[in-house]
C-alpha cells in the first residue's frame, strides 16, 4: 500500500491539537541538533520560538 504523503498532508492542515502538559517537557536542543544532521532549515523546528507565533 502506497503512502501519499499529499493526501494525509491535505487531511491534516488546519488541525489543531489541544495543549497537553506532561511529565517531562519537550527538549529544544536534541531536536535542532537532529534538525542540523539531516540538513532541515524549518524555522519552525530549529528557532526556537518561532512555532508560537
Known sequence: MAYDVKTV???WEGH???LAWRRYPVEH???R???HMIDD???LSS???VARR
Do not use: L, M, S
Request: hydrophobic share 15%; with cysteine; net charge positive.
Open 9 to 11: 498532508k491535505r487531511e
Open 16 to 18: 489543531e491539537t489541544a
Open 29 to 31: 536542543e536534541p531536536i
Open 33 to 35: 541538533r537532529h534538525c
Open 41 to 43: 532549515a524549518n524555522p
Open 47 to 49: 528557532r526556537r520560538g
